[in-house]
Protein backbone atom coordinates (compact mmCIF):
# COMPACT_ATOMS: atom_id res chain seq x y z
CA UNK A 1 0.00 0.00 0.00
CA UNK A 2 1.17 3.78 -0.75
CA UNK A 3 1.45 6.21 1.59
CA UNK A 4 -1.26 8.48 -1.64
CA UNK A 5 -3.46 4.81 -0.72
CA UNK A 6 -2.92 4.71 2.35
CA UNK A 7 -4.53 8.41 3.56
CA UNK A 8 -7.38 8.16 1.10
CA UNK A 9 -8.23 5.09 2.24
CA UNK A 10 -7.89 6.37 5.86
CA UNK A 11 -10.14 9.59 5.01
CA UNK A 12 -12.19 7.08 3.32
CA UNK A 13 -12.50 5.16 7.01
CA UNK A 14 -13.23 8.20 8.50
CA UNK A 15 -15.80 9.90 6.14
CA UNK A 16 -17.70 6.25 6.97
CA UNK A 17 -17.33 7.05 10.25
CA UNK A 18 -18.67 10.00 10.51
CA UNK A 19 -22.21 8.66 8.43
CA UNK A 20 -21.92 5.96 11.17
CA UNK A 21 -22.10 8.40 13.84
CA UNK A 22 -25.06 10.26 12.28
CA UNK A 23 -27.30 6.80 11.90
CA UNK A 24 -25.60 4.27 14.55
CA UNK A 25 -26.41 0.73 14.07
CA UNK A 26 -25.00 -2.21 15.06
CA UNK A 27 -23.99 -3.72 11.25
CA UNK A 28 -22.54 -0.62 10.49
CA UNK A 29 -20.56 -0.79 13.62
CA UNK A 30 -19.49 -4.30 12.12
CA UNK A 31 -18.64 -2.90 8.95
CA UNK A 32 -16.75 0.17 9.69
CA UNK A 33 -14.45 -2.53 12.48
CA UNK A 34 -14.09 -4.49 9.63
CA UNK A 35 -13.21 -1.77 7.31
CA UNK A 36 -11.15 -0.58 9.70
CA UNK A 37 -9.12 -3.79 10.60
CA UNK A 38 -8.74 -4.39 6.74
CA UNK A 39 -6.88 -0.84 6.73
CA UNK A 40 -4.69 -1.54 9.67
CA UNK A 41 -3.54 -4.63 8.38
CA UNK A 42 -2.31 -3.55 4.69
CA UNK A 43 -0.95 -0.65 6.83
CA UNK A 44 0.89 -2.73 9.31
CA UNK A 45 0.25 -6.33 9.62
CA UNK A 46 -1.96 -8.41 11.61
CA UNK A 47 -2.51 -7.71 15.08
CA UNK A 48 -5.21 -10.34 15.34
CA UNK A 49 -4.44 -10.17 19.19
CA UNK A 50 -4.30 -6.95 20.26
CA UNK A 51 -7.69 -6.42 18.11
CA UNK A 52 -9.21 -9.36 19.56
CA UNK A 53 -8.98 -7.88 23.11
CA UNK A 54 -9.55 -4.09 22.15
CA UNK A 55 -12.94 -6.29 20.72
CA UNK A 56 -13.94 -7.41 23.94
CA UNK A 57 -14.10 -4.25 25.33
CA UNK A 58 -17.37 -2.64 26.62
CA UNK A 59 -18.76 -6.23 25.43
CA UNK A 60 -22.46 -6.94 26.86
CA UNK A 61 -22.72 -9.18 29.62
CA UNK A 62 -25.54 -10.53 28.57
CA UNK A 63 -25.56 -11.61 24.59
CA UNK A 64 -28.14 -11.64 22.51
CA UNK A 65 -28.63 -15.23 20.92
CA UNK A 66 -31.06 -16.72 18.31
CA UNK A 67 -32.91 -13.61 17.52
CA UNK A 68 -32.66 -9.80 16.39
CA UNK A 69 -31.81 -6.79 19.14
CA UNK A 70 -34.65 -4.90 20.10
CA UNK A 71 -33.38 -1.20 18.92
CA UNK A 72 -32.34 -0.21 22.85
CA UNK A 73 -30.45 -3.32 23.39
CA UNK A 74 -28.60 -2.38 19.60
CA UNK A 75 -28.39 1.17 20.91
CA UNK A 76 -26.93 0.22 24.52
CA UNK A 77 -24.35 -2.41 22.33
CA UNK A 78 -23.09 0.39 20.03
CA UNK A 79 -22.75 2.57 23.12
CA UNK A 80 -24.53 5.98 21.77
CA UNK A 81 -25.94 8.21 24.34
CA UNK A 82 -27.56 11.11 22.59
CA UNK A 83 -24.51 11.31 20.07
CA UNK A 84 -21.80 10.74 22.34
CA UNK A 85 -20.31 7.28 23.55
CA UNK A 86 -19.15 6.85 26.76
CA UNK A 87 -15.97 8.67 27.72
CA UNK A 88 -15.96 11.08 24.41
CA UNK A 89 -16.31 14.98 25.61
CA UNK A 90 -14.84 16.93 27.96
CA UNK A 91 -13.92 15.50 30.89
CA UNK A 92 -12.72 17.24 34.71
CA UNK A 93 -9.29 17.95 36.45
CA UNK A 94 -9.03 16.29 39.59
CA UNK A 95 -9.93 18.74 42.23
CA UNK A 96 -12.65 19.98 39.95
CA UNK A 97 -16.61 19.64 41.20
CA UNK A 98 -18.98 18.20 38.43
Same mark, same amino acid.
Given at each position: ?36 ? /???? @??? =? ?9 ? #???? $? ?10 ? /???? @??? =? ?9 ? #???? $?????
Amino acid at each position: MTRDELIASTRQLVAEGDRLQQDPSLRGLQTWLQLSD /DLLV @AAW =GSMDRYHLAWL #MVGK $PKQIVRGRPMTP /DEES @AYV =GEERGMAPGQG #MGTL $PGERE
